[in-house]
């Protein structure tokens, strides 16, 4: 079945405490990126990336890493959380840009910084 | 600077009446256009997009947006409403410029309630 998998769906930490989130897709796509999705203020782009080792800043990247050193793998990395990372996080991926092809969301990952 | 707005946070229909969802973007150059849904506790899912194509497009459950470039707008329409279109609802952008070419901006959301 074609999909984008997160893990974990819902986490907990304290602030300052290192955490990674894994995204995967089993579609062969180029395209992934990361969104926060806070009440009131729809999904903003964190990161993306067109493709193997290419990965560009979205709208609200400050606080967060990522890499992709395969095609199917795009993790998201808090160094250092804070509680103003609290929030709903998804991964989505497409063949190319959104707009060229479809682009498929992840379940999402719940996440509270405390 | 680049941006979507979508009117109205909250929209309450009657079932079986006209839904109309509002998006507009500022750019001036015609980007590509999505509507997006999200129902409760689950990720999103793309209901229809402009890629510069017809101006009037079609998409699934019986929604279609038409882009009207003089307007910068892009409303979602359903003729009839059902009550299992209750959900929240996003518009996206995404501008094809250079340095640009990968982003894509969400417009806050409108939650649709409808009532039997």
């Known amino acids: 079945e074609a999909q984008v998998t997160q893990n974990p769906r819902y986490l907990i930490t304290v602030t300052g405490k290192k955490l990674t989130v894994t995204c995967s897709q089993n579609m062969n796509h180029e395209y992934m990126s990361w969104y926060r999705q806070d009440p009131g203020l729809g999904l903003r782009q964190i990161y993306y990336?067109?493709?193997?080792?290419?990965?560009d800043k979205g709208d609200v990247p400050e606080g967060y890493k990522v890499s992709r050193k395969e095609k199917r793998n795009f993790p998201l990395i808090l160094e250092s959380p804070s509680p103003n990372q609290t929030s709903l996080y998804f991964c989505?991926?497409?063949?190319?840009?959104?707009?060229?092809?479809?682009?498929?969301f992840g379940p999402g990952t719940r996440l509270t910084v405390l | 600077a680049q941006s979507v707005t979508q009117l109205g946070s909250h929209v309450s229909v009657s079932e079986g009446a006209l839904v109309l969802l509002r998006c507009n973007y500022s750019?001036?150059?015609?980007?590509?256009l999505f509507w997006y849904v999200q129902y409760p506790n689950q990720g999103l899912q793309l209901l229809l997009k402009y890629t510069s194509a017809a101006t009037l497009v079609k998409g699934i459950n019986g929604f279609e947006a038409e882009f009207k470039k003089s307007e910068t707008s892009f409303h979602l329409t359903k003729p009839s409403a059902h009550m299992s279109d209750a959900a929240e609802y996003f518009c996206?952008?995404?501008?094809?410029?250079?340095?640009?070419?990968?982003?894509?901006?969400f417009g806050r959301g409108t939650q649709l309630t409808v009532w039997p």
């Open positions: 990336s067109m493709n193997v080792e290419v990965t």
């Open positions: 989505a991926s497409s063949f190319r840009i959104p707009g060229t092809d479809t682009q498929y």
């Open positions: 750019s001036s150059v015609p980007p590509y």
């Open positions: 996206a952008v995404r501008f094809d410029r250079g340095s640009t070419l990968g982003r894509l901006y």
